[in-house]
């Protein structure tokens, strides 16, 4: 507008002077052409510099609008990241102590592993030294095995007994001296007296039947061994499994020869492994 009103101010001025040559004239249209292209280009720049401003606020608002969503995104990532480290904390505490349990565990089964290791070498030497502490002729009437860490000694009752008594012969008591002194050096087992019979009824008006039978003998060599050779009667247990628990059938006399007997039976004092128990780890029990 400025420069329109000095355009037409210049012209007014020439016309009312009179001295304005054609030469002045054609320069003025010349600098207002000039002018008027200057203004426009000025106006088109301005015209874009607000379109670019107006675009550039919209991106203002669109990073502003992203960082926002970004903030939201940390933050719920630091609180996951939160939860997950206190999770593994936790997750550490489980692992060190199932590690330890697992520990104890080992070493509660390496200290089994080892009493039955010891259990078993015991074993074998009392049933080597009982073996040879006997002479030929007493081991065709003694049997002698390990079974599971316990000691079996089998005798035959005709060694043992007269035909349905139950007192012990004086021909067993060499026999029974010899595993006395045994049983002597190893204290620390108990000793359980086991009778046994075929299935013949017992024809004895003081005897019921097979099962007082087997029991009295069983009794019978209890007495000896704490009366005769001095076993502590702690230790000792006797019972009778009658016709019961046979070691093959009847049907021969060789059968009912076999089944008719007596076993020793030795274990390991029953609090040994009581105490075993209570030395497990609690996760163990």
Same mark, same amino acid.
């Given at each position: 507008?400025?420069?329109?009103?000095?355009?037409?101010?210049?012209?007014?001025?020439?016309?009312?002077?009179?001295?304005?040559?054609?030469?002045?004239?054609?320069?003025?249209?010349?600098?207002?052409?000039?002018? /008027?292209?200057?203004?426009?280009?000025?106006?088109?720049?301005?015209?874009?510099?607000?379109?670019?401003?107006?675009?550039?606020?919209?991106?203002?608002?669109?990073?502003?609008?992203? #960082?926002?969503?970004?903030?939201? +995104?940390?933050?719920?990532?630091?609180?996951?990241?939160?939860?997950?480290?206190?999770?593994?904390?936790?997750?550490?505490?489980?692992?060190?102590?199932?590690?330890?349990?697992?520990?104890?565990?080992?070493?509660?089964?390496?200290?089994?592993?080892?009493?039955?290791?010891?259990?078993?070498?015991? #074993?074998?030497?009392?049933?080597?030294?009982?073996?040879?502490?006997?002479?030929?002729?007493?081991?065709?009437?003694?049997?002698?095995?390990?079974?599971? +860490?316990?000691?079996?000694?089998? %005798?035959?009752?005709?060694? %043992?007994?007269?035909?349905?008594?139950?007192?012990?012969?004086?021909?067993?008591?060499?026999?029974?001296?010899?595993?006395?002194?045994?049983?002597?050096?190893?204290?620390?087992?108990?000793?359980?007296?086991?009778?046994?019979?075929?299935?013949?009824?017992?024809?004895?008006?003081?005897?019921?039947?097979?099962?007082?039978?087997?029991?009295?003998?069983?009794?019978?060599?209890?007495?000896?061994?704490?009366?005769?050779? +001095?076993?502590?009667?702690?230790?000792?247990?006797?019972?009778?499994? +009658?016709?019961?628990?046979?070691?093959?059938?009847?049907?021969?006399?060789?059968?009912?020869?076999?089944?008719?007997?007596?076993?020793?039976?030795?274990?390991?004092?029953?609090?040994?492994?009581?105490?075993?128990?209570? /030395?497990?780890?609690?996760?163990?029990?």
């Amino acid at each position: 507008m400025k420069i329109k009103s000095f355009l037409y101010v210049a012209a007014a001025a020439l016309i009312f002077t009179g001295c304005a040559s054609k030469k002045q004239y054609v320069k003025l249209q010349e600098d207002y052409k000039a002018l /008027q292209a200057e203004y426009q280009t000025t106006r088109d720049g301005l015209t874009e510099c607000n379109a670019e401003s107006k675009s550039l606020k919209y991106l203002l608002q669109q990073a502003n609008a992203n #960082n926002d969503e970004l903030k939201r +995104g940390m933050a719920s990532l630091k609180a996951s990241l939160d939860e997950s480290l206190k999770s593994s904390s936790q997750g550490s505490v489980n692992i060190a102590k199932l590690v330890d349990e697992i520990n104890a565990s080992n070493a509660y089964i390496k200290h089994l592993v080892e009493a039955k290791s010891k259990s078993d070498s015991l #074993n074998m030497v009392l049933t080597n030294n009982l073996t040879r502490s006997l002479s030929t002729s007493e081991l065709k009437d003694v049997d002698i095995k390990v079974l599971k +860490g316990v000691v079996y000694i089998s %005798l035959a009752d005709n060694m %043992l007994f007269k035909s349905g008594s139950y007192e012990v012969s004086d021909a067993a008591m060499a026999t029974l001296s010899k595993i006395a002194k045994i049983l002597k050096d190893y204290d620390d087992y108990e000793v359980l007296v086991e009778g046994n019979t075929d299935n013949v009824p017992i024809k004895k008006t003081n005897i019921r039947n097979n099962w007082d039978l087997s029991a009295l003998r069983a009794s019978s060599i209890v007495q000896v061994l704490q009366d005769k050779f +001095g076993i502590n009667p702690n230790r000792l247990t006797a019972g009778g499994r +009658g016709e019961f628990n046979p070691l093959t059938d009847n049907d021969t006399e060789a059968g009912k020869a076999r089944n008719r007997r007596t076993e020793i039976i030795i274990t390991p004092k029953l609090d040994q492994f009581l105490d075993l128990i209570d /030395q497990a780890p609690e996760g163990s029990k």
